[in-house]
């Protein structure tokens, strides 16, 4: 399906399509390859600055945080693009779309611009210490304690899942502050370096490879914060929490359909059934580009809409992991090979580029972060559905 706009928004598009036709960093520029989400070599911190200072990094925003206030329709042309020719606007994902965009939406002006813009100019980069071992789905349940004494909160306790934590320069880290209220209302968030003396990152590998060390468990024994580094009011974090899921979920719906393309154009059906198999992974993408595109003219014309984030999230996710799932059996033994599929994309991670095995597994992580499948559900159920609570 192919949407058109109108003739500003084209314009737009073409201005930044311009843009990258002339800017985008060669192959042979970024041969060293991120390690982790929050590690970026130099090209990559220079592409990111680049973007920054063009206005291209995060349209949304306002010059002074790398964007140009862009429309709805502006910034979702932007995304196409980025997505159409597979380039990362930052390496730095959570950084720049979840830590520096909760900064500019709740932080003081000092942290906006000792925190938050050298994030956005690929200077330092964050990750997002919110999940805890008792505390992933039930977010409010985080026991990670922060006591005030005078000028500093003292931390005590431990994350889990922290994406790049070991080479993050800070943390955006949710503790709890007051544990006599209802859970909701004693979480507060504070920004923490990760040089900070008693806090360990201790990095561990997953699923799909033993190389690959993104997770974190982060552990604070006695960590001193100052109280400067206090983001939003003491007690107030859910708010923040729940902006910072917001601008994860924003648009998401439209990198499930590029991965989701990608893994089409890479599969080999051979038997009837797997023929029926693949129609169904396009018939995904259809209906997945179909109902985000009404969300977005939804969004374009201002109304509120929080239940379609959830429907396009499970079904994008959920597309993603049943078509890695046909791509890993339609390759056969060779799925194990490295690399075998996919064009090598330099201006993204390597995923395109892994063994149909490696996104088999990869598939899986969308389907759990930034809220599970069954926890969508809920959501639907309750909120589309009307359903009472289970
Ligand atoms: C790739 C990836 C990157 C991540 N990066 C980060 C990061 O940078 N920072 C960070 O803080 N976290 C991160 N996470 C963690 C992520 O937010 C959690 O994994 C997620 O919230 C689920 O929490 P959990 O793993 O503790 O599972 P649990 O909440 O323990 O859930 C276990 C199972 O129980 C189900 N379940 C739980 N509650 C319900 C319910 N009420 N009804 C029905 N079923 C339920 C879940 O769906 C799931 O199947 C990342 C996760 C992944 C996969």
């Not at 973007?51 to 042309?77: I, K």
């Not at 390496?91 to 720049?96: L, T």
């Not at 977010?139 to 994350?159: C, Y």
């Not at 179909?290 to 939804?298: D, E, V």
Request: aromatic share 8%; proline share 4%.
């Amino acid at each position: 399906m192919q949407l058109t706009f109108d003739e500003d928004v084209e314009a737009f598009r073409a201005e930044f399509s311009a843009f990258l036709d002339e800017n985008l960093p060669t192959e042979a520029q970024t041969l060293e390859r991120p390690q982790s989400v929050s590690h970026m070599p130099q090209w990559a911190r220079d592409w990111q600055r680049l973007l920054f200072d063009n206005g291209w990094l995060l349209p949304a925003q306002s010059p002074e945080f790398g964007g140009r206030n862009a429309t709805v329709l502006q910034q979702f042309v932007h995304l196409d693009e980025l997505c159409r020719r597979r380039i990362f606007h930052s390496f730095n994902p959570q950084g720049v779309n979840i830590v520096a965009t909760s900064l500019i939406a709740f932080g003081t002006a000092e942290q906006k611009q000792r925190f938050a813009v050298p994030v956005l100019r690929g200077e330092m980069t964050a990750s997002l210490g919110m999940s805890e071992p008792n505390a992933g789905s039930d977010l409010a349940a985080l026991s990670t304690r922060a006591v005030r004494e005078g000028d500093e909160f003292v931390v005590n306790g431990q994350k889990v899942w922290t994406s790049g934590a070991h080479h993050a320069d800070f943390l955006l880290t949710f503790v709890r502050t007051d544990p006599d209220v209802p859970k909701h209302k004693g979480i507060s968030a504070l920004i923490i370096p990760t040089d900070t003396e008693g806090l360990v990152c201790r990095p561990f590998a997953d699923i799909a490879s033993q190389d690959n060390l993104d997770f974190n468990e982060v552990f604070f024994a006695d960590v001193r914060v100052p109280a400067e580094n206090l983001v939003g009011e003491l007690n107030q974090g859910w708010r923040v929490a729940n902006g910072s899921l917001g601008h994860e979920r924003t648009m998401m719906w439209l990198l499930f359909a590029d991965r989701l393309d990608n893994l089409i154009a890479d599969c080999r059906p051979r038997t009837p059934l797997e023929r029926d198999q693949y129609a169904s992974m396009i018939m995904d993408y259809h209906a997945l580009r179909a109902m985000g595109s009404a969300a977005l003219a939804r969004a374009a014309r201002g109304e509120a809409d929080t239940s379609s984030v959830s429907v396009l999230k499970l079904l994008g996710s959920e597309a993603e992991r049943r078509a890695a799932d046909v791509l890993l059996d339609t390759a056969g033994i060779e799925g194990l090979l490295h690399p075998v599929t996919g064009r090598y994309q330099h201006m993204n991670n390597d995923e395109y580029f892994a063994s149909s095995f490696e996104r088999y597994t990869r598939g899986i992580a969308a389907t759990i972060a930034g809220g599970t499948s069954e926890i969508q559900r809920n959501i639907i159920a309750q909120q589309v559905l009307g359903l009472p609570r289970g």
